[in-house]
């Protein structure tokens, strides 16, 4: 669902359901004394649900390319499936689980419209880099703008290329 809905309306309904009208967000504030709303840990959480679909298809890709026999061959020494996912499995798609995490996180830190409908744009609270470039594009503040514009490049260059020397490497 995340990548067919536009940021904006699911950041939207997930603010509605971190709100402490909403059960989810008055159940959390009760018991746990937590508030996600306008909160950088409700951003985050929202970034996260947003970027599923980033981080599934390269484990799916990792999973289905695993021979069978390697799951058979521990099912038949007992091991159980849980053993068999994090000593068998996971270990051999280390390569997929790098990829899906850089390409989360990638996605995250470029997230604009559930950050703003989520967290807000509080400075010193819930302002990101992606919110601070568009503050100082309105402002009409370029070289300020360069600078976290620059910033973002780098790191997404830096995670393509950890991407695919890691790819490299595994096939």
């Known amino acids: 669902m995340p990548m067919v809905l536009p940021?904006?309306?699911?950041?939207f309904y997930i603010l509605v359901a971190y709100s402490p009208q909403h059960a989810f967000g008055?159940?959390?504030?009760?018991?746990?004394?937590v508030r996600l709303a306008f909160s950088f840990?409700?951003?985050?959480?929202?970034?996260?649900?947003?970027?599923l679909p980033?981080?599934?298809?390269p484990l799916q890709n990792g999973l289905s390319a695993l021979p069978v026999s390697l799951r058979e061959a521990s099912y038949t020494m007992g091991k159980s499936a849980t053993t068999t996912f994090f000593k068998v499995l996971l270990p051999n798609i280390r390569g997929?689980?790098?990829?899906?995490?850089?390409?989360?996180?990638?996605?995250?830190?470029?997230?604009?419209g559930i950050v703003l409908m989520v967290g807000g744009n509080m400075p010193g609270e819930t302002r990101v880099a992606s919110i601070a470039?568009?503050?100082?594009?309105?402002?009409?503040?370029?070289?300020?703008?360069n600078q976290y514009a620059l910033i973002l490049f780098l790191i997404s260059f830096v995670i393509l290329t950890v991407i695919y020397s890691i790819n490299k490497k595994t096939n």
């Open 7 to 11: 940021p904006t309306v699911l950041g």
């Open 26 to 33: 008055k159940t959390l504030e009760e018991w746990f004394d």
């Open 41 to 51: 840990t409700g951003i985050l959480i929202a970034s996260i649900l947003c970027s």
């Open 54 to 57: 980033y981080m599934i298809q």
């Open 96 to 112: 997929s689980v790098i990829t899906a995490v850089a390409m989360t996180f990638a996605h995250c830190i470029g997230e604009f």
């Open 133 to 145: 470039l568009y503050d100082e594009v309105q402002a009409l503040n370029y070289s300020a703008a």
